[in-house]
């Protein structure tokens, strides 16, 4: 099932690419909140080469029953808090989730003491939801240039996550606002990725120009 979810999945990105006149990859990112690690090795051996998880300690445990031989790309999706940083920064290759200087600072902090880069992220805000972690856009032009002191840091992308509505198409204008932030931070050439798009409306966010989407539910079904 899992494999057959990942080529149905495949499929509807090309579709989507397609429809506007993309070229580009588009990243793949499974989301393995509450999966179990059989069922993660399952989607790596369908092609799955990025995951995706939303709690630490919950990825530590899962972590350590993968093979050796397992080769796998592992992002932090979900919010970060200070107290996790330490043991963020040694499972996670890439924190979609930073969305502040002081954290930023502590990943720092935490990466110069095991001679790490730690690639980062920035979470930006793009509703009104109480609900949404994420850095106000105003601040982005400033964030970065703190990020540039950090010699531990490497800002490669923004992420962002839209309200949830049961017609994607109202998705759109959150996607687009995303996306034009996004492309003022152009001028700087290490920024290659934009995080948007989940299995609800993850073609429409393509549409608006994101690069990586992170599926959970469209390729390990519903979580129980």
């Known amino acids: 099932m899992i494999c057959d979810n990942i080529k149905i999945i ?15 990859d588009i990243k793949l990112v499974a989301v393995t909140k509450t999966v ?4 993660i090795i399952e989607a790596i051996g369908c092609g799955i080469t990025i995951i995706g998880e939303n709690r630490v300690q919950e ?13 796998i790309k592992k992002h932090l999706i979900g919010h970060l808090q200070t107290n ?9 290759d890439l924190i979609q989730s930073v969305d502040s200087v002081y954290l930023l600072e502590e990943i720092n902090r935490q990466a ?8 980062c992220f920035i979470e930006i805000k793009v509703s009104e939801e109480e609900t949404k972690y994420g850095l106000n856009p105003t601040e982005l032009e400033s964030f970065m240039e703190k990020a540039a002191q950090l010699r531990n840091i490497k800002i490669s992308g923004l992420m962002a996550i839209a309200p949830y509505f049961e017609n994607p198409e109202l998705a ?15 001028t700087h050439d290490s ?12 073609e429409v966010a393509i549409e608006e120009g994101s690069n990586m989407v992170r599926i959970g539910t469209g390729i390990f079904g519903e979580r129980i």
């Open 36 to 39: 179990s690690a059989d069922k």
């Open 59 to 71: 990825a530590e445990k899962k972590f350590e029953e993968f093979p050796e031989t397992v080769e």
């Open 84 to 92: 996790k940083v330490k043991k963020a920064v040694e499972l996670f």
């Open 172 to 186: 759109r204008p959150y996607f687009r606002r995303a996306y034009n932030y996004y492309s003022l931070l152009s």
């Open 191 to 202: 920024l290659s990725f934009l995080s948007m798009g989940m299995t609800g409306d993850f």
């Open 10 to 24: 495949l499929e509807r990105i090309e579709k989507a690419k397609n429809k506007v006149g993309l070229k580009k």
């Open 112 to 119: 110069e003491k095991i001679k790490k880069i730690q690639e």
